[in-house]
């Protein structure tokens, strides 16, 4: 089983192997809070600006991330929610619009 599990990370620090430990499909990032900002940053690099989390507990897990990476990540704040966004969808989950990740320019752009 070992190796089965160190022969899903598909990259670095992303885990295809979470349907393994619960149901479902995803993958998960995974790494220390730099490994993991680090990570987001590339995917915000490629112009992603949502990302959907989750963690384990999850209010436990909400305040680990929002203390150790959050301060991580270039973030601003924006004046009001995006347009046609809502702050919850209908299974309860909560959505938050007021914090975006602020592109980064590159030396390409």
């Known amino acids: 089983m070992a190796g089965r599990r160190d022969q899903l990370e598909v990259s670095p620090n992303l885990w295809a192997g979470v349907g393994l430990v619960r149901g479902g499909a995803g993958t998960a990032l995974v790494g220390d809070p730099q490994q993991v900002a680090d990570r987001m940053k590339e995917y915000i690099d490629l112009g992603i600006d949502r990302f959907i989390l989750s963690g384990y507990p999850h209010l436990e897990e909400c305040y680990r991330f929002a203390e150790l ?15 046609g966004s809502r702050n919850a969808v209908a299974f309860g989950e909560v959505i938050a619009n007021a914090v975006v990740p602020a592109l980064r320019q590159t030396s390409q752009s």
């Open 69 to 83: 990476v959050f301060p991580l990540l270039p973030l601003k704040a924006t004046t009001g929610k995006p347009k």
